[in-house]
Each structure stands twice: as structure tokens, then as C-alpha cells.
């Protein structure tokens, strides 16, 4: 009797010619988009409304021209301030706007994204930060950050990626893109890269002199320095409203979560300052929103050299949960 070999499965990866331009106008679902004077703010066969290069989500399109939204619709509140559509001159949804609104979300979203793949931390951007962007880009070799049916999605391996990136970089250092952007466009967005290898410049990293009178935040600084302790209390509220209290000013009316100071710092005095391009700078404060198992969110405050609360935090995000699954956050600072 003849023996029949196994026949194993075998999953291969198939790439097959892309047209880039083509990005541009499609929708979820593969639906063309036939009008780029703005984005389409269509939801495509009852399930997404993502459109473009980017596949931008019309929520996203929203909060990017300045309107809040809330459960991914809007609330009719609109914030000039907040309005980074018209901060960057963009007014339709063609090619290059959209190639724009990519290094807006960048920049938005993960704040180091930027200065990680222009200092050619390749990896690295795309493992800590692009993956928490874009479903497609791996956190792990091959699987997305994201789930689909309570499965961690599949996505282009890194491998693939490190050598797709490697090519495309090749072919703009040779004058070839199928990018719109124009030269120099990294500018508009504080960063500034010479010929060959680029750099982030140095950026103002010393509050400057307030005009305001009232509050110290050097004594604000050094009251949170004072009382911060090894490991989290869970009580960052608690000890940046200490820290604010020293500076000067009275806390009175005060929430109770640390994510609603969001609102309660501007009547204070402090002024929202953009994420876009941020560095921190001495007595800033971060208000993060919350994330499942942490209701209330977090707060902290920038001492010159490192983000504390009521502990000495790795960096802004308190803890890996709000490294993974970033919340929306607010900068305040005294100026």
C-alpha cells in the first residue's frame, strides 16, 4: 500500500502591483471617492467610514477641523483653537492634504513618531508608535495591536515593512515619490532635516517669563518634587493639585478626577498649548482621559526633566495600559 505524504498548510504572504494614486480616492469597501473638495463623511456599507491614503474616519475629519466629538458624532461645540485643518492651509481632501493630515496624526497621536523615523529609528516607530495608527502595521512581528472577533489582526510583518520603508526612502533621496508633499514641508511642522542624515532640532525647553502674575511654577515644581513618592499612589490628582496650590493658586471647586482638569485648568489661568510638534517645557501639565480599568484618567506635571505625579513617571503615560491604547490629552501650561 502506497503512503500518501501529509499535505501541511501553508500561509504565503503575495504581494501584487500597487497603484498609489489609486489610495487617494478610495473608500472602505473599495468605494471610490468622486468629490475630494472635502472629506466624504460617508459611512460605506453600514460599517466604516474611513476614506483616502490614510483611511481617515470622518470622526477624525471632525475633531481635526476643531468640532468636539463625542461617541463619534459631534456635540455642536467648535474650538478655532483646535482647528488644525486650518492651521496647515488644508481646505479640500486632495493628494497632498491627505499626505498632510498623515503627519497631523502622527504628530497628534504619538508625539514622537516623527523624530523616531528621522533620526532612522525604523522599528521603533513602527512597533511603538504606527501600530497604534494604522490596524496594518505589526506591534509584534506579524500581528496588528488591534483585534478583530477577539483576535489580534494580522498585519504586514516587519520585516516587510523595514524593507518597503527602505525603498521608498531610497527612491526620495533619488527625486522619486508618489507622495505629494512639497520640499521642505517638514518645517511647517517644526522639524528640520539637512541633506543626508536629519536631525530634530533643538527646541525652547525653558518656560518662558509669564506675564500673569499670581502663580509660581518654580515653587509648584519644587512642592511636586517634594512629595513625589517611588510608586503610584493612584492619587495624581491629589498631588499636582498640592503642587498647583504652592504655586499660588487656589483650588477651589476643584473635580474630583484628574481627567476633567481639562476644564477646570483654563479657569485657573493656564492656556492650552497644541500637541502638535510638542515639547514640554517647565510646569507644563498633561490631563490624559481614561482608559478601561482606570475611570478617573490621569494628571501630571513636567518638572524640567521629567513628568511626575504622585510618582517619577518613565514618561507622560502613567502606566504600558495608556502606552498601547492612547486616550485623547490636553496641555496646559502658564503663560
Same mark, same amino acid.
Given at each position: 500500500?502506497?503512503? $500518501?505524504?501529509?499535505?501541511? +498548510? ?5 504581494? $501584487?502591483?500597487?497603484?498609489?494614486? +489609486? ?35 470622518? &470622526?477624525? !475629519? !471632525?475633531? %481635526? ?28 481632501? &486632495?493628494?497632498?492634504?491627505?499626505? +498632510?493630515?498623515?503627519?497631523? =496624526? ?5 508625539? #514622537? %513618531? ?19 495608527? *494604522? ?22 510583518? %516587519? ?9 521608498? %526612502?531610497?527612491?526620495?533621496?533619488? @527625486? ?9 514641508? =517638514? ?43 517611588? #510608586? ?7 498631588? $499636582? ?17 484628574? +481627567? ?15 500637541? /502638535? @510638534? ?9 490631563? /490624559? ?17 521629567? *513628568? ?8 507622560? *503615560? ?10 485623547? &490629552?490636553?496641555?496646559?501650561? *502658564?503663560?
Amino acid at each position: 500500500m502506497e503512503t $500518501v505524504p501529509k499535505v501541511t +498548510k501553508k500561509n504565503d504572504i503575495i504581494y $501584487v502591483t500597487n497603484d498609489f494614486q +489609486k489610495g487617494y480616492t478610495t473608500a472602505y469597501g473599495n468605494n471610490k471617492i468622486t468629490d475630494l473638495s472635502t472629506h466624504p463623511q460617508k459611512v460605506y456599507n453600514e460599517e466604516s467610514s474611513a476614506a483616502g491614503a490614510y483611511q481617515v474616519m470622518r &470622526y477624525v !475629519w !471632525w475633531e %481635526l477641523a476643531g468640532f468636539e466629538v463625542a461617541k463619534k458624532k459631534k456635540t455642536g461645540k467648535y474650538n478655532e483653537k483646535r482647528n488644525l485643518l486650518k492651521r496647515h492651509n488644508i481646505s479640500d481632501y &486632495y493628494p497632498e492634504s491627505q499626505d +498632510k493630515i498623515c503627519l497631523i =496624526l502622527m504628530e497628534r497621536q504619538r508625539p #514622537k %513618531l516623527i523624530g523616531k523615523i528621522i533620526n532612522d529609528h525604523i522599528e521603533a516607530a513602527i512597533k511603538e508608535d504606527g501600530c497604534f495608527i *494604522w490596524a496594518s502595521l505589526p506591534e509584534t512581528n506579524d500581528k496588528s495591536h488591534y483585534k478583530l472577533n477577539g483576535k489580534l489582526q494580522p498585519a504586514t510583518p %516587519l520585516k516587510t515593512c523595514i524593507e518597503h520603508y527602505n525603498q521608498f %526612502l531610497k527612491d526620495e533621496l533619488a @527625486g522619486i515619490s508618489n507622495l505629494h508633499l512639497k520640499k521642505g514641508f =517638514l518645517k511647517e511642522f517644526d522639524y528640520d532635516c539637512c541633506t543626508g542624515k536629519a536631525t530634530v532640532p533643538k527646541r525652547i525647553e525653558t518656560a518662558p517669563k509669564s506675564s500673569k502674575s499670581g502663580y509660581d511654577i518654580n515653587k509648584a515644581v519644587v512642592k511636586l518634587n517634594e512629595n513625589v513618592e517611588s #510608586k503610584s499612589l493612584s492619587k495624581c490628582a491629589k498631588y $499636582v493639585r498640592i503642587a498647583i496650590e504652592a504655586g499660588g493658586l487656589s483650588t477651589e471647586g476643584r473635580p474630583i478626577s484628574a +481627567k476633567n482638569y481639562d476644564k477646570f485648568l483654563p479657569t485657573l489661568g493656564f492656556t492650552e498649548v497644541s500637541t /502638535i @510638534g510638542y515639547t514640554p517645557i517647565k510646569g507644563d501639565i498633561s490631563v /490624559i482621559q481614561s482608559i478601561p480599568g482606570h475611570v478617573h484618567g490621569h494628571i501630571c506635571m513636567y518638572n524640567g526633566s521629567q *513628568w511626575l505625579s504622585d510618582f517619577k513617571q518613565r514618561d507622560m *503615560w502613567p502606566g504600558s495600559g495608556y502606552r498601547k491604547n492612547p486616550p485623547r &490629552y490636553n496641555i496646559y501650561r *502658564w503663560k
